[in-house]
């Protein structure tokens, strides 16, 4: 094998490896990706295969506790729409009713979100981006109504 063929050889097998590498990391993410969405995007999609983060309000009057202590049904709202979630879990300190959370999970074919992780706000400030955005968006078309 001449030098000239044996650096092309070289060259192929670095982009074959670079090729690989670039499709596992891609896989990877994919496999990790969550998407952040609001109520009304949820109910929009129908998507029940992949896994999403929703953020909202936990509606006032929504919280049921089940006999097992652990296991809570409420609905989140963005004001426009909301939707059913139930979770088990040991919810955060800082979950009420009528204050922003994010919960993280899949829709099951009943229409539930199963979460699999319940977040509260940390402050009185804070409103997770989307949720404040699916508010303000809510508010203007209730005004234009």
Same mark, same amino acid.
């Given at each position: 094998?001449?030098?000239?063929? !044996?650096?092309?050889?070289?060259?192929?097998?670095?982009?074959?490896?670079?090729?690989?590498?670039?499709?596992?990391?891609?896989?990877?993410?994919?496999?990790?990706?969550?998407?952040s969405?609001?109520?009304?995007?949820?109910?929009?999609?129908?998507?029940?295969?992949?896994?999403?983060?929703?953020?909202?309000?936990?509606?006032?009057?929504s919280?049921?506790?089940?006999?097992?202590?652990?296991?809570?049904?409420?609905?989140?709202?963005?004001?426009?729409?909301?939707?059913?979630?139930?979770?088990?879990?040991?919810?955060?300190?800082?979950f !009420? &009713?009528?204050?922003?959370?994010?919960v993280?999970?899949?829709?099951? &074919?009943?229409?539930?979100?199963?979460?699999?992780?319940?977040?509260?706000?940390?402050?009185?400030?804070?409103?997770?981006?989307?949720?404040?955005?699916?508010?303000?968006?809510?508010?203007?078309?209730?005004?234009?109504?």
């Amino acid at each position: 094998m001449k030098p000239r063929q !044996k650096r092309l050889a070289l060259v192929a097998a670095g982009l074959a490896l670079l090729a690989l590498a670039a499709w596992l990391i891609s896989s990877a993410f994919q496999k990790n990706l969550v998407f952040s969405v609001t109520p009304t995007e949820v109910l929009a999609s129908h998507d029940r295969t992949r896994s999403l983060r929703m953020g909202g309000l936990v509606e006032k009057g929504s919280l049921r506790r089940d006999g097992d202590g652990v296991t809570v049904d409420f609905f989140i709202t963005d004001l426009a729409q909301r939707v059913p979630v139930r979770y088990s879990g040991i919810l955060p300190d800082l979950f !009420k &009713e009528g204050k922003g959370a994010v919960v993280q999970g899949k829709l099951d &074919e009943k229409g539930f979100f199963i979460a699999t992780e319940v977040l509260a706000k940390h402050d009185e400030n804070y409103m997770p981006p989307d949720a404040a955005r699916a508010l303000k968006e809510a508010a203007e078309a209730k005004e234009k109504k």
